[in-house]
């Protein structure tokens, strides 16, 4: 699972900023998937991508949160205007097809001051 | 809708005892099943998983996990506890009709004493 990015690993932002989080799969790897934990819980769902598609968003909320898998480059999870119930680590899993095993990243952990 | 219900937030063994995780599952699907370790500021790393065949299942660092359909149960054993075995463990199930959507468990965190 070292060959799943993520960048940066630790971001702090203040209330009303945006947050950019980046995730560079496994090489190879053409599906991407988007976890948050909070504090002393397991991981949610939030979206599954594939370049240039959004296949599952069904666990990201409706307002500020927006996620892309372009042809070049990373995957981009964005918040914007954070608020501090966004604090949380958010993890990227890859993966070489739509049912084959997730690989994760170390994470990034957000803090929203 | 699939749902994972791990029994025991924390887990105490002693060093070189049996380690028994327990982790239930609902899916109206077959479920895939996965068991998933946690080191500290780290990511998670992929214990085992069951998709079709064998029921029991041999993973790394000695873990195995019997599924068991009738009882909709993937417990994670492990004979002989090791102190570095102290980490927190996810129970997951995902949906084998695709949409790879994975569910995960609140986490058991395993403590190993001397």
């Known amino acids: 699972n070292a060959g799943v990015m993520q960048n940066p690993r630790h971001l702090v932002r203040r209330r009303g900023q945006e947050a950019r989080l980046r995730c560079s799969p496994m090489?190879?790897?053409?599906?991407v998937y988007w976890y948050r934990q909070l504090p002393e819980e397991g991981l949610k769902f939030m979206v599954y991508?594939?370049?240039?598609?959004?296949?599952?968003e069904s666990g990201m909320p409706k307002e500020r949160f927006s996620a892309e898998f372009p042809k070049e480059g990373p995957s981009i999870l964005r918040i914007q205007q954070v608020v501090r119930g966004d604090s949380a680590a958010y993890f990227c899993?890859?993966?070489?097809?739509?049912?084959?095993?997730?690989?994760f990243g170390p994470g990034t952990r957000l803090t929203v001051l | 809708a699939q749902s994972v219900t791990q029994l025991g937030s924390h887990v105490s063994v002693s060093e070189g005892a049996l380690v028994l995780l327990r982790c239930n599952y609902s899916?109206?699907?077959?479920?895939?099943l996965f068991w998933y370790v946690q080191y500290p500021n780290q990511g998670l790393q992929l214990l085992l998983k069951?998709?079709?065949?064998?029921?029991l299942v041999k993973g790394i660092n000695g873990f195995e996990a019997e599924f068991k359909k009738s009882e909709t149960s993937f417990h994670l054993t492990k004979p002989s506890a090791h102190m570095s075995d102290a980490a927190e463990y996810f129970c997951?199930?995902?949906?084998?009709?695709?949409?790879?959507?994975?569910?995960f468990g609140a986490g058991t965190r395993l403590f190993v004493k001397a």
């Open positions: 899993a890859s993966s070489q097809g739509g049912t084959d095993t997730q690989y």
């Open positions: 899916s109206s699907v077959p479920p895939y």
């Open positions: 090489k190879g790897h053409s599906h």
């Open positions: 997951a199930v995902s949906d084998t009709t695709g949409g790879f959507k994975t569910i």
């Open positions: 069951y998709t079709t065949g064998a029921t």
């Open positions: 991508l594939q370049k240039e598609n959004i296949i599952d």
